[in-house]
């Protein structure tokens, strides 16, 4: 077989999907085989392989350690920005949050999960959207729960700092200056008071959760799709199980759907549909 970086085994790269799929449940198949050459260049650089097929060959034939979880977590997509796709936000600000704030008045309490958080922009933006728009939940106990399987996203996520570019996409002038504090480097740190109602937590899906709270609000977007049917079905099983009443909402990404599962029901808005117990099943 050539060493051309460019030229890869199938039969290594089915190998190598299989691992993958296996230890952190994303399904992938041979027409994404170019995913490993966009994705895995820097370990192929930084841990000294030749190419990508020496890569390859290594991951398969070794035992799963941290050079695999390297690997693994490279292999899934970290696309992410402030108030990502608008509409499922404005849900949050007309709809969601103004009817949970009233069910939970006797708690003043709220409970919510960003469960594929990336580098942080999705719980940030649900913590500025809730200081800008709900200020009197600045005496309610709110807790943000930030997970997501890459620790390297995780670490940048806990810092809360950000480059001009990532501010830019989603945030306006005004929110860079009233939620942030502008770094020397020109970089914007999230201020104290929002980074504090965030814990972030490393999490594989298809693995053991953890012990959690049950949540007022679940947002597990442009996840699903990654999975398969079987994984998927685990997954939303359990995701009912975490919501915390009839209440309570879980919100996917625009193009998924678990509408084969009947013990939710789903709430159809304008452009943005979300989820609930289906409070009629025993």
């Known amino acids: 077989m050539s060493t051309d970086a460019n030229i890869l ?9 299989k691992l993958v799929e296996k230890n952190i449940g994303v399904d992938l198949d041979l027409a994404k085989t170019y995913l490993v050459s966009s994705r895995l260049t820097h370990i192929v650089k930084q841990r000294g392989f030749d190419n990508h097929a020496q ?4 991951l398969i034939s070794s035992p799963v350690n941290d050079l695999h979880w390297e690997a693994f977590e490279a292999m899934t997509t970290n696309e992410t920005s402030f108030f990502r796709d608008g509409h499922p936000f404005e849900v949050l600000r007309k709809t969601i949050f103004p009817a949970l704030i009233e069910s939970r ?3 003043r309490e709220l409970n919510i999960w960003s469960a594929a958080a990336s580098t942080g922009q999705e719980p940030f933006s649900i ?6 728009h709900f200020p009197e939940l600045a005496k309610w106990n709110v807790k943000i729960w930030a997970t997501d399987i890459s620790e390297q ?8 700092i950000y480059n001009v570019t990532e501010m830019k996409r989603g945030l306006s002038e005004a929110q860079m200056t009233r939620h942030f504090t502008k770094l020397d480097n020109g970089h914007y740190q999230i201020q104290d008071d929002l980074r504090s109602m965030v814990k972030f937590r490393q999490m594989n899906l298809i693995q053991d959760w953890p012990l959690m709270p049950k949540f007022d609000l679940i947002l597990i977007r442009n996840v699903l799709i990654y999975f398969n049917q079987d994984t998927k079905a685990r997954i939303i099983k359990k995701l009912h199980s975490q919501l915390s009443h009839s209440e309570a909402c879980l919100i996917l990404g625009s193009s998924e759907s678990i509408l084969f599962d009947k013990s939710f029901k ?15 099943l025993p």
């Open 127 to 132: 913590g500025i959207l809730l200081r800008e």
């Open 9 to 17: 085994d199938p039969g290594d790269v089915e190998q190598f999907f």
């Open 266 to 280: 789903a709430v159809q808005l304008d452009r943005v549909s979300y989820y609930q117990k289906e409070s009629s």
């Open 55 to 58: 890569l390859l060959r290594h």
């Open 153 to 160: 996203a995780l670490d940048k996520a806990s810092l809360g």
């Open 105 to 107: 008045q006797q708690e």
